[in-house]
C-alpha cells in the first residue's frame, strides 16, 4: 500500500502570514494520462471533511484562492497565502491512484 | 443541492456486526462512484471501502478486507456498509463521501456525510 507523509505534522501560524503543508508519497501518484492522483482536505472541529484541491492542483469549488496546490510525481504541496483564522483545523492529503486509498497522518494548523 | 445522511450507527458488542445506509439526494447517484471514510477517537482520517458507479468494481482497505462489504442500491440512491466481526479498535465517525466526476473514480470527494458515529464496546 501507499505510504503518504506529511510535515509538519503541528503549524502555528499568524493570522496574514502564508503557510506550507508538505505531502510525500512512497511512490509515484503521476498517471499515465498526466495527472497527479492527490488530493488536499481541510476537516474543521465538529464538521465533515472539504475537499480543497484534487488531482495535485485544481482548486475544488467555493475553496478561497488563498488556498493552492501544486507537485507532481512524488512530492506535493499545499500552501495558504494569507492565513485567516477560519483555516484551522486538520489538513490532510490523500492519494486516489491506486486502491486502497490512502491519507497522510494530517498536519494541525493552529493561530498563534 | 447534494445531502449524504449517514445513519444505522449505535453501540455493538466486539465479535458482532452492524450496517451502516447512507442516503443520498440531490443528484444522480447512480452516476458517481462512493465510499466510506472513518475517523477514531484522536486519529485521522482512514479510507474504508469504494464502489464504482455501476456497483461492479468494489476496493477495500486491507484492515476490513473480507470483514466489510460495501454496496449500492442506485434504484433507492442508498449506499450500504456491512461491517462484520467489529473490534474496540474500529469505534469511529463513519462518513459516506462522494467523487467529484461522474463515471469515474479517484479525482477526488467533494460531498459528505455528517457521519454516523459506531461505538463497539462491550
Known amino acids: 500500500d501507499m505510504v503518504m507523509t506529511q510535515f509538519p505534522l503541528s503549524l502555528p501560524v499568524t493570522p496574514g502570514e502564508p503557510a506550507s503543508i508538505s505531502c510525500r508519497s512512497s511512490q509515484s501518484l503521476l498517471h499515465t494520462n498526466g495527472d497527479n492522483y492527490l488530493d488536499w482536505y481541510l476537516h474543521k472541529p465538529g464538521q465533515s471533511p472539504q475537499l480543497l484541491v484534487y488531482m495535485g492542483s485544481n482548486r475544488a469549488s467555493g475553496v478561497p484562492d488563498r488556498f493552492s496546490g501544486s507537485g507532481s510525481g512524488t512530492d506535493f504541496t499545499l500552501k495558504i497565502s494569507r492565513v485567516e483564522a477560519e483555516d484551522v483545523g486538520v489538513y490532510y492529503c490523500?492519494?486516489?491512484?491506486?486502491?486502497?486509498?490512502?491519507f497522510g497522518q494530517g498536519t494541525k494548523l493552529e493561530i498563534k | 443541492q447534494v445531502y449524504l445522511v449517514e445513519s444505522g450507527g449505535g453501540v455493538v458488542q466486539p465479535g458482532k456486526s452492524l450496517r451502516l445506509s447512507c442516503a443520498a439526494s440531490?443528484?444522480?447517484?447512480?452516476?458517481?462512484?462512493v465510499h466510506w471514510v472513518r475517523q477514531a477517537p484522536g486519529k485521522g482520517l482512514e479510507w474504508v471501502a469504494g464502489i464504482s458507479f455501476d456497483g461492479l468494481h468494489k476496493f477495500y482497505a486491507d484492515s476490513v478486507r473480507g470483514r466489510f462489504t460495501i454496496s449500492r442500491d442506485n434504484a433507492k440512491s442508498t449506499l450500504y456498509l456491512q461491517m462484520n466481526s467489529l473490534s474496540v479498535e474500529e469505534t469511529a465517525v463513519y462518513y459516506c463521501?462522494?467523487?467529484?466526476?461522474?463515471?469515474?473514480?479517484?479525482?477526488?470527494?467533494?460531498?459528505w456525510g455528517q457521519g454516523a458515529l459506531v461505538t463497539v464496546s462491550s
Open positions: 490523500m492519494q486516489t491512484l491506486e486502491p486502497p486509498y490512502t
Open positions: 440531490g443528484f444522480s447517484f447512480s452516476s458517481y462512484a
Open positions: 463521501a462522494r467523487e467529484i466526476a461522474r463515471y469515474t473514480s479517484g479525482r477526488g470527494l467533494d460531498y
